[in-house]
C-alpha cells in the first residue's frame, strides 16, 4: 500500500524565533514530512528571513496582510489539498513537535478499527503540563464498544479540538471544506473541528506530543480584553448559521456559553467595557459572515480556497470557476509581461467512441468541436469504433487519420481502434483507454459538440490535483446555436456526494478524468445507460476528488428518441440492477434504495411524454443556479 502523504501547514505571524524552533522540529520528525508549507501572515519581524533560512520549508503562502488564525489555515489547508496532501497536520508557530508526534499519530491510526478524520496531540507547556488551552473536548454519550474502539489505540474519542497539532483526514476536508475565514480570531478551530467531527471520529492522542509555547499557562478566555468580540461574533455564528451541530448539542453548547460569559462579566474588573464588546460581538453577529473563498479571493490560494469552500459552492457562487478563470487569465498576463509565458499543460487525450447508428454528419461536427475548434489542443484523439462504421464514418476517419482533414483536426494525431462487433459502450471506452497515451482524459461524444474553451477551461482545474471534472451542457434538437435546456450539476464534492443517493451528479459527454482512477475501480461495466453512473459512484466512493464546473461546455443533441431510450423494460431491469449494487457498496441506505425505486423506477415505466415532463420539472427545481 502506499504511503499516505502528509503537509504540515504553519501559520506565521510575528514570531520568528518560535517559528524556526518550530520548522527544525518539523524537519526532524522521525516520520519525515512530504511538504512543510508556511504561511507568513503579512509578518513585519525576520518571519521571511526564517522561512527562507529553512531547507525543510517546501512552499510559503505570503498573504498581503494579516487574515488571522482562521485565513491563514484556510490558506494553508487550501495550499496543501492542491499539492496532493493525503493528511494535513496543522500549527502554530510557536508549537514545537516532539520528534516521534506525527510517528505516535499514525500508529494510533493504524490501531483504530477505523479511520479518524481528526487527530490530536496532547499539547504541553515548557514545564511539561497539559496545556488547558488546548484540551481537546471529549465526545459525550459513546456506546461502550466505542470507548474500546479508542482505547485500542491509547486515546479517546473526541468532539472539538485547537489548531494546535492537529492531523485532517483530507476526505474530511474536501467535503466539508475549509475553516470560516471571517472568523480571523477565536473559535474558528471549534466550529471547524466540530463540523468536521459532526458525523465522523476524532481520536485525542496522549502519546504524540507537542510543546506550546505560549507566554503565560493558562485559558486565554480567562481575560479576553477587546479580543471578546471575537468570541461573542464568532460564538455566534458558530451556533446560529455553522451545520456543525445537531439541535441538542446546539442548545447545549449555547447554555453552557452563555453561563461562562455571565461568569465572566460578573467577575470582570473592567465590566463596562467587557459589556461593551459584548454589545459589538452581538452586533457584528447579525452580518452574515463573508465566505472563505470571498475573504481569501485577493490572495494567492484564492483559486484553490474556491474549489473547496463548501459555503461558497452552496450559495450559487458560480464563483468558483469565475474566479479561478480570473486569477488564471491574471497570471496568464503577468507571465507574458515578465516574457515568462508558457504554453505547457498536462498532456491529454479525447475519446470518443461512434457505432454504426450514428449519424456521419453530426460526428464530423463533433469530432471538429474537440479538435481544431478547440482554443487548448488535445495531445491525441482516441476514436473507437464500436463494430463496423458506416462507410460515411470511415471516410471521415480515414481523411483524419492521414492528415487530410485539417479543418476537423488540425494537426492533432487521431488513433482509430476497431472492435470486431458491436459490444456496448462499456467495452468501448475501456478499449479506448487502453489506448490513451495520457492519464488525463476528455469524453466526448459522436453527436454532441464542445464548445471551443471547454478544454482551456477544464485543464486548468485538472491541473489542481483532480479526479473529475465535469461541466454543464445545453441540449439542442436541430441547430446547435439554439438554446434549450442546461444542465448544470453540483460542483463542491460534499453536494455531489450527496447527489449520488439519488442521481448522477456528471453530464458524461462533458467530463474530463484521470485513466488511472478509472482504472483503479475496475474500470467501466456494463450497465444499460448507466455504466457512467456506475462508474463514477465507485470512483467517488474510493475517495475520488471531483468537481463540476456551472459553465455550459457542451452542446447536448436531443433528438427525436432521447426521452423515448430512457424508459421500457429494458432500462427498468437496469435501474434496479444500478439501485442493487449501490445499495450493496453502502453508497445508498435502505431507505433510499425504495424511494429511488419508487421513484426511479416508476419514470422508467410511464409514458414517454409523460417521462419528457417529469424530467425537465425535476431538472428546473433541483439544479443549481447559475
Not at 198 to 203: D, P, S
Not at 299 to 314: G, K, M, W, Y
Not at 517 to 541: I, N, P
Request: net charge negative; aromatic share 8%; glycine share 6%.
Amino acid at each position: 500500500m502506499t504511503a499516505p502523504r502528509i503537509a504540515a501547514v504553519v501559520v506565521a505571524w510575528n514570531r520568528a524565533e518560535l517559528l524556526r524552533e518550530t520548522l527544525g522540529a518539523l524537519a526532524q520528525q522521525s516520520r519525515p514530512l512530504d511538504d512543510i508549507i508556511v504561511v507568513d501572515n503579512a509578518s513585519t519581524d525576520d518571519t521571511p528571513q526564517a522561512i527562507q533560512g529553512s531547507e525543510a520549508v517546501t512552499d510559503t503562502v505570503t498573504l498581503p496582510s494579516n487574515f488571522g488564525g482562521a485565513g491563514g489555515f484556510a490558506a494553508g489547508i487550501a495550499r496543501a489539498v492542491s499539492r496532493g496532501a493525503d493528511f494535513v497536520w496543522i500549527m502554530d508557530d510557536d508549537t514545537v513537535p516532539h520528534v516521534d508526534a506525527l510517528e505516535r499519530l499514525l500508529e494510533a491510526r493504524a490501531e483504530y478499527p477505523g479511520e479518524p478524520a481528526v487527530m490530536a496531540c496532547r499539547a504541553e507547556w515548557f514545564d511539561g503540563r497539559e496545556h488547558p488551552m488546548n484540551k481537546p473536548r471529549r465526545r459525550a454519550f459513546l456506546r461502550p464498544v466505542l470507548h474500546q474502539h479508542a482505547e485500542t489505540a491509547d486515546s479517546y474519542q473526541i468532539r472539538t479540538a485547537s489548531f494546535v497539532a492537529i492531523l485532517l483526514d483530507v476526505r474530511a476536508i474536501r467535503e466539508d471544506g475549509l475553516p470560516e475565514a471571517a472568523y480571523f480570531l477565536w473559535n474558528d478551530d471549534f466550529e471547524y473541528t466540530a463540523r468536521l467531527l459532526r458525523r465522523r471520529v476524532g481520536l485525542y492522542v496522549d502519546a504524540a506530543r507537542v510543546e506550546h509555547r505560549t507566554k503565560t499557562f493558562g485559558n486565554s478566555t480567562a481575560s479576553p480584553g477587546a479580543r471578546f468580540v471575537n468570541e461573542v461574533r464568532n460564538k455566534m455564528w458558530a451556533f446560529g448559521r455553522s451545520q456543525a451541530f445537531g439541535p441538542i448539542e446546539r442548545c447545549a453548547f449555547m447554555a453552557m456559553t452563555t453561563m461562562r460569559w455571565v461568569r465572566l462579566l460578573a467577575t470582570s474588573p473592567d465590566r463596562t467595557q467587557l459589556w461593551s464588546y459584548l454589545k459589538e460581538g452581538v452586533e457584528q453577529a447579525n452580518e452574515e459572515p463573508s465566505s472563505t473563498a470571498d475573504v481569501l479571493s485577493d490572495t494567492p490560494v484564492a483559486c484553490e480556497a474556491a474549489q473547496l469552500d463548501r459555503r461558497a459552492s452552496r450559495q450559487g457562487q458560480n464563483g468558483t470557476s469565475d474566479l479561478c478563470e480570473r486569477i488564471q487569465q491574471e497570471q496568464a498576463d503577468t507571465s507574458v509581461a515578465e516574457g515568462t509565458a508558457s504554453d505547457e499543460t498536462l498532456p491529454f487525450s479525447v475519446l470518443l467512441p461512434v457505432y454504426i447508428k450514428d449519424n456521419a454528419a453530426h460526428f464530423q461536427r463533433a469530432l471538429q468541436s474537440v479538435g481544431a475548434d478547440q482554443s487548448l489542443a488535445a495531445d491525441e484523439i482516441v476514436i473507437v469504433c464500436d463494430g463496423p462504421v458506416s462507410p460515411e464514418i470511415d471516410e471521415i476517419l480515414d481523411s483524419a487519420r492521414h492528415g487530410r482533414s485539417p479543418h476537423l483536426v488540425a494537426d492533432i494525431p487521431i488513433k482509430v481502434v476497431r472492435l470486431e462487433r458491436n459490444r456496448g459502450l462499456s467495452a468501448a471506452l475501456n478499449a479506448g483507454l487502453q489506448h490513451c497515451s495520457y492519464d488525463i482524459v476528455a469524453r466526448a461524444d459522436a453527436d454532441d459538440i464542445s464548445v471551443p474553451e471547454r478544454f482551456a477551461r477544464q485543464l486548468p482545474v485538472m491541473e489542481q490535483g483532480f479526479d473529475i471534472v465535469g461541466a454543464a451542457i445545453v441540449e439542442f434538437s436541430g441547430d446547435e446555436n439554439g438554446t434549450g435546456m442546461i444542465r448544470r450539476q453540483p460542483t463542491h464534492q460534499h453536494d455531489i456526494v450527496s447527489a449520488f443517493t439519488f442521481h448522477d451528479p456528471f453530464n458524461h459527454p462533458a467530463v474530463v478524468y484521470r485513466a488511472s482512477a478509472v482504472k483503479e475501480v475496475g474500470g467501466y461495466q456494463h450497465l444499460d445507460l448507466m455504466e457512467d453512473y456506475w462508474l463514477f459512484a465507485r470512483m467517488v466512493a474510493s475517495g475520488a476528488r471531483v468537481t463540476n464546473l456551472s459553465d455550459v461546455l457542451v452542446k447536448y443533441r436531443v433528438g427525436a428518441g432521447a426521452y423515448q431510450r430512457r424508459g421500457g423494460l429494458r432500462l427498468l431491469k437496469s435501474e434496479v440492477e444500478l439501485q442493487r449494487r449501490l445499495r450493496s457498496h453502502g453508497i445508498t441506505t435502505r431507505g433510499q434504495l425504495v424511494r429511488n425505486l419508487a421513484i426511479r423506477a416508476t419514470y422508467r415505466i410511464v409514458p414517454t411524454g409523460l417521462r419528457r415532463a417529469g424530467y425537465r420539472l425535476w431538472r428546473q427545481l433541483s439544479q443549481p443556479q447559475a
